[in-house]
Protein backbone atom coordinates (compact mmCIF):
# COMPACT_ATOMS: atom_id res chain seq x y z
CA UNK A 1 0.00 0.00 0.00
CA UNK A 2 3.09 2.22 0.20
CA UNK A 3 4.68 1.91 -2.89
CA UNK A 4 2.79 2.89 -6.40
CA UNK A 5 1.60 0.48 -8.50
CA UNK A 6 -1.39 1.75 -10.26
CA UNK A 7 -2.05 5.11 -12.34
CA UNK A 8 -4.58 7.21 -10.97
CA UNK A 9 -5.85 8.64 -14.47
CA UNK A 10 -5.68 7.92 -18.04
CA UNK A 11 -3.02 9.98 -18.84
CA UNK A 12 -0.66 8.34 -16.38
CA UNK A 13 -2.00 4.95 -17.63
CA UNK A 14 -0.81 5.68 -21.38
CA UNK A 15 2.62 6.10 -20.80
CA UNK A 16 5.22 3.59 -22.51
CA UNK A 17 7.81 4.38 -19.90
CA UNK A 18 6.18 2.74 -16.56
CA UNK A 19 6.55 3.38 -13.25
CA UNK A 20 9.75 4.54 -10.80
CA UNK A 21 10.45 5.55 -7.77
CA UNK A 22 13.93 6.49 -6.30
CA UNK A 23 14.87 7.25 -2.71
CA UNK A 24 17.74 7.59 -0.35
CA UNK A 25 17.65 5.75 2.90
CA UNK A 26 19.61 5.45 5.48
CA UNK A 27 20.01 1.62 6.51
CA UNK A 28 22.66 0.24 8.96
CA UNK A 29 24.67 3.84 8.88
CA UNK A 30 24.59 3.93 5.03
CA UNK A 31 22.79 5.64 2.60
CA UNK A 32 21.99 3.87 -0.28
CA UNK A 33 19.56 3.92 -2.96
CA UNK A 34 16.38 2.19 -3.50
CA UNK A 35 14.62 1.49 -6.43
CA UNK A 36 10.70 0.54 -7.29
CA UNK A 37 9.95 0.53 -10.81
CA UNK A 38 7.18 -0.62 -12.04
CA UNK A 39 6.72 -2.03 -16.18
CA UNK A 40 3.78 -2.25 -18.41
CA UNK A 41 3.48 -4.96 -21.05
CA UNK A 42 3.29 -3.70 -24.51
CA UNK A 43 0.19 -5.94 -25.43
CA UNK A 44 -1.61 -5.30 -21.84
CA UNK A 45 -0.64 -1.87 -20.94
CA UNK A 46 0.10 -0.36 -17.22
CA UNK A 47 -2.82 -1.08 -14.84
CA UNK A 48 -5.16 1.58 -13.91
CA UNK A 49 -8.01 2.16 -11.52
CA UNK A 50 -10.15 -0.38 -13.11
CA UNK A 51 -7.36 -2.88 -11.98
CA UNK A 52 -6.74 -1.58 -8.62
CA UNK A 53 -10.44 -2.16 -8.23
CA UNK A 54 -10.13 -5.96 -9.03
CA UNK A 55 -7.01 -6.07 -7.23
CA UNK A 56 -8.97 -4.57 -4.08
CA UNK A 57 -11.57 -7.58 -4.42
CA UNK A 58 -8.86 -10.05 -4.19
CA UNK A 59 -7.39 -8.74 -1.56
CA UNK A 60 -10.90 -8.68 0.45
CA UNK A 61 -11.42 -12.23 -1.17
CA UNK A 62 -8.44 -13.46 0.73
CA UNK A 63 -9.37 -11.56 3.94
CA UNK A 64 -12.64 -12.97 4.16
CA UNK A 65 -11.52 -16.38 3.73
CA UNK A 66 -8.79 -15.92 6.25
CA UNK A 67 -5.34 -17.36 7.12
CA UNK A 68 -2.50 -19.05 5.37
CA UNK A 69 -3.22 -18.51 1.99
CA UNK A 70 -2.27 -21.06 -0.81
CA UNK A 71 -1.81 -21.16 -4.38
CA UNK A 72 -3.67 -21.69 -6.42
CA UNK A 73 -6.45 -19.51 -5.09
CA UNK A 74 -9.77 -20.29 -6.39
CA UNK A 75 -12.31 -17.51 -7.41
CA UNK A 76 -15.43 -16.43 -9.34
CA UNK A 77 -15.91 -13.24 -11.61
CA UNK A 78 -19.49 -12.97 -9.92
CA UNK A 79 -18.03 -12.51 -6.82
CA UNK A 80 -14.99 -10.32 -7.46
CA UNK A 81 -17.69 -8.16 -9.29
CA UNK A 82 -20.42 -7.96 -6.78
CA UNK A 83 -16.99 -7.14 -4.22
CA UNK A 84 -16.22 -4.23 -6.42
CA UNK A 85 -19.68 -3.01 -6.19
CA UNK A 86 -20.75 -3.71 -9.85
CA UNK A 87 -24.62 -3.73 -10.41
CA UNK A 88 -26.32 -5.45 -13.43
CA UNK A 89 -23.35 -7.60 -13.95
CA UNK A 90 -23.17 -8.19 -17.84
CA UNK A 91 -20.52 -10.02 -20.28
CA UNK A 92 -18.33 -6.66 -20.67
CA UNK A 93 -18.41 -7.20 -17.31
CA UNK A 94 -16.56 -10.44 -16.93
CA UNK A 95 -14.10 -9.47 -20.10
CA UNK A 96 -12.72 -5.99 -18.73
CA UNK A 97 -12.19 -8.24 -15.32
CA UNK A 98 -10.52 -11.24 -17.13
CA UNK A 99 -8.43 -8.74 -19.42
CA UNK A 100 -7.50 -6.98 -16.04
CA UNK A 101 -6.18 -9.76 -14.12
CA UNK A 102 -4.33 -10.79 -17.52
CA UNK A 103 -2.58 -7.53 -17.20
CA UNK A 104 -2.05 -7.48 -13.43
CA UNK A 105 0.02 -11.04 -14.51
CA UNK A 106 1.89 -9.17 -17.07
CA UNK A 107 3.27 -6.11 -14.98
CA UNK A 108 6.45 -6.39 -13.68
CA UNK A 109 8.04 -5.15 -10.53
CA UNK A 110 11.40 -4.13 -10.17
CA UNK A 111 12.85 -4.07 -6.57
CA UNK A 112 15.94 -3.08 -5.36
CA UNK A 113 16.00 -2.81 -1.47
CA UNK A 114 12.25 -1.72 -1.78
CA UNK A 115 10.16 -4.72 -1.76
CA UNK A 116 10.53 -6.29 2.38
CA UNK A 117 10.08 -10.05 2.83
CA UNK A 118 9.05 -10.70 6.41
CA UNK A 119 10.28 -14.46 6.58
CA UNK A 120 13.49 -13.76 4.92
CA UNK A 121 13.90 -10.62 7.26
CA UNK A 122 15.42 -8.51 4.18
CA UNK A 123 14.84 -6.26 1.35
CA UNK A 124 14.95 -8.46 -2.22
CA UNK A 125 16.80 -7.25 -5.17
CA UNK A 126 14.35 -9.49 -7.79
CA UNK A 127 12.36 -8.39 -10.53
CA UNK A 128 8.76 -10.19 -10.21
CA UNK A 129 4.99 -10.05 -10.36
CA UNK A 130 2.33 -9.57 -7.66
CA UNK A 131 0.46 -12.25 -9.97
CA UNK A 132 2.21 -14.98 -11.21
CA UNK A 133 -0.50 -16.58 -13.15
CA UNK A 134 -4.00 -16.95 -14.11
CA UNK A 135 -5.73 -19.65 -15.50
CA UNK A 136 -9.82 -19.37 -16.36
CA UNK A 137 -12.49 -22.19 -16.51
CA UNK A 138 -12.29 -24.32 -19.10
CA UNK A 139 -8.49 -23.58 -19.88
CA UNK A 140 -5.37 -26.23 -18.97
CA UNK A 141 -4.55 -26.44 -15.67
CA UNK A 142 -0.71 -27.49 -15.25
CA UNK A 143 -1.39 -31.24 -14.93
CA UNK A 144 -3.38 -31.30 -18.52
CA UNK A 145 -6.78 -31.44 -17.03
CA UNK A 146 -9.68 -28.76 -17.61
CA UNK A 147 -10.05 -26.12 -14.84
CA UNK A 148 -13.54 -26.05 -13.51
CA UNK A 149 -12.64 -22.92 -11.72
CA UNK A 150 -10.82 -19.81 -11.95
CA UNK A 151 -7.33 -20.24 -10.75
CA UNK A 152 -5.27 -17.57 -9.62
CA UNK A 153 -1.17 -18.01 -8.25
CA UNK A 154 0.09 -15.05 -5.95
CA UNK A 155 3.79 -14.29 -6.33
CA UNK A 156 5.51 -16.49 -3.30
CA UNK A 157 6.69 -13.23 -1.63
CA UNK A 158 3.27 -11.83 -1.64
CA UNK A 159 2.28 -15.20 -0.68
CA UNK A 160 4.56 -15.38 1.80
CA UNK A 161 4.19 -12.23 3.63
CA UNK A 162 0.45 -12.58 3.35
CA UNK A 163 0.74 -15.63 5.57
CA UNK A 164 3.51 -13.93 8.17
CA UNK A 165 0.61 -11.16 8.68
CA UNK A 166 2.89 -8.37 7.00
CA UNK A 167 -0.03 -6.73 6.14
CA UNK A 168 -1.80 -3.49 7.66
CA UNK A 169 -5.47 -4.63 7.74
CA UNK A 170 -7.58 -2.10 5.55
CA UNK A 171 -11.13 -1.35 6.14
CA UNK A 172 -12.85 -2.36 2.70
CA UNK A 173 -16.58 -0.90 3.75
CA UNK A 174 -14.91 2.80 4.57
CA UNK A 175 -12.37 2.35 1.24
CA UNK A 176 -15.58 1.35 -1.01
CA UNK A 177 -17.54 4.75 0.52
CA UNK A 178 -14.63 7.01 -0.86
CA UNK A 179 -15.65 8.44 -4.15
CA UNK A 180 -11.87 9.90 -5.45
CA UNK A 181 -9.30 7.78 -6.68
CA UNK A 182 -7.18 10.34 -4.89
CA UNK A 183 -9.40 10.02 -1.33
CA UNK A 184 -8.63 6.04 -1.99
CA UNK A 185 -5.29 5.95 -2.47
CA UNK A 186 -4.43 8.46 0.39
CA UNK A 187 -6.64 6.25 2.25
CA UNK A 188 -3.95 3.21 1.53
CA UNK A 189 -0.41 5.41 2.13
CA UNK A 190 -1.40 7.29 5.08
CA UNK A 191 -3.33 4.82 7.02
CA UNK A 192 -0.40 2.46 7.11
CA UNK A 193 1.90 5.60 8.25
CA UNK A 194 -0.93 7.16 10.54
CA UNK A 195 -1.02 3.31 12.34
CA UNK A 196 2.68 3.50 13.28
CA UNK A 197 2.73 7.21 13.61
CA UNK A 198 -0.19 7.12 16.45
CA UNK A 199 2.00 4.23 17.95
CA UNK A 200 4.44 6.32 18.75
CA UNK A 201 2.61 9.17 19.70
CA UNK A 202 3.37 11.31 16.99
CA UNK A 203 0.97 14.49 15.75
CA UNK A 204 0.99 14.15 12.31
CA UNK A 205 2.58 13.04 8.74
CA UNK A 206 4.67 15.60 6.99
CA UNK A 207 5.18 14.79 3.22
CA UNK A 208 7.52 16.87 0.23
CA UNK A 209 4.88 17.50 -2.57
CA UNK A 210 6.85 16.13 -5.57
CA UNK A 211 7.59 13.20 -3.33
CA UNK A 212 3.77 12.53 -2.23
CA UNK A 213 3.32 13.03 -6.15
CA UNK A 214 5.64 10.01 -6.26
CA UNK A 215 4.10 7.76 -4.42
CA UNK A 216 0.19 8.39 -5.34
CA UNK A 217 1.70 8.69 -8.62
CA UNK A 218 0.30 12.05 -9.93
CA UNK A 219 2.14 14.03 -12.48
CA UNK A 220 3.90 16.81 -10.13
CA UNK A 221 2.02 20.20 -11.33
CA UNK A 222 3.93 23.65 -11.88
CA UNK A 223 1.74 25.99 -9.96
CA UNK A 224 0.61 25.31 -6.42
CA UNK A 225 -2.77 26.63 -7.16
CA UNK A 226 -3.15 23.35 -9.78
CA UNK A 227 -1.79 21.06 -7.34
CA UNK A 228 -4.13 22.20 -4.80
CA UNK A 229 -7.28 22.15 -6.78
CA UNK A 230 -6.12 18.71 -7.50
CA UNK A 231 -5.58 17.41 -3.88
CA UNK A 232 -8.57 19.56 -2.59
CA UNK A 233 -11.40 17.21 -3.42
CA UNK A 234 -9.25 13.83 -1.70
CA UNK A 235 -8.60 16.21 1.28
CA UNK A 236 -12.13 17.59 1.70
CA UNK A 237 -13.66 14.10 1.76
CA UNK A 238 -11.26 12.63 3.84
CA UNK A 239 -12.20 15.25 6.67
CA UNK A 240 -15.59 15.16 6.19
CA UNK A 241 -15.24 11.74 6.88
CA UNK A 242 -13.01 11.75 9.66
CA UNK A 243 -10.01 10.55 8.43
CA UNK A 244 -8.21 13.47 8.18
CA UNK A 245 -8.46 16.21 10.73
CA UNK A 246 -6.27 19.46 9.26
CA UNK A 247 -4.11 19.57 6.43
CA UNK A 248 -1.69 22.33 5.89
CA UNK A 249 0.30 23.67 2.87
CA UNK A 250 3.44 25.11 3.61
CA UNK A 251 5.43 26.84 0.75
CA UNK A 252 4.68 29.46 -1.93
CA UNK A 253 5.47 27.18 -5.32
CA UNK A 254 5.50 23.42 -5.67
CA UNK A 255 9.23 23.34 -5.64
CA UNK A 256 10.12 22.22 -1.86
CA UNK A 257 6.37 22.64 -0.97
CA UNK A 258 5.27 20.45 1.97
CA UNK A 259 2.19 18.77 2.97
CA UNK A 260 1.11 17.57 6.43
CA UNK A 261 -1.32 15.65 7.66
CA UNK A 262 -3.48 15.31 10.84
CA UNK A 263 -4.97 12.32 11.56
CA UNK A 264 -9.15 12.32 12.58
CA UNK A 265 -10.67 9.94 14.74
CA UNK A 266 -10.95 7.49 11.85
CA UNK A 267 -7.56 6.20 12.21
CA UNK A 268 -7.15 6.79 15.47
CA UNK A 269 -9.86 4.18 16.39
CA UNK A 270 -8.08 2.15 13.66
CA UNK A 271 -4.69 2.09 15.74
CA UNK A 272 -5.72 0.52 19.13
Not at 120 to 133: D, I, P, Q, W
Request: hydrophobic share 30%; aromatic share 14%; proline share 4%.
Amino acid sequence: MVLPFFSLSKADASQKEGLKYVKKVNREGKTEEVIWKVSASEDYGYPGTYDKKVFKAVEELLNNRGYPVENPVTFSIYNLLKLMGVENIGGTDYRRVKESMERLVATTIRSKGTFYHKGKKKYLNEVFHLFSRVIFTGEKLPNGEEAEENHLYLNSWLLDNLNQYYTRPLDYQFYRLLDGDIAKRLYELLGVKFYGLLNDGKPYLRYKYENLCKLLPLRKQDYLSKAKQIFTPAHEELKSKNFLQKVNWEGSSTQGSYITYCPGTKPRSESH
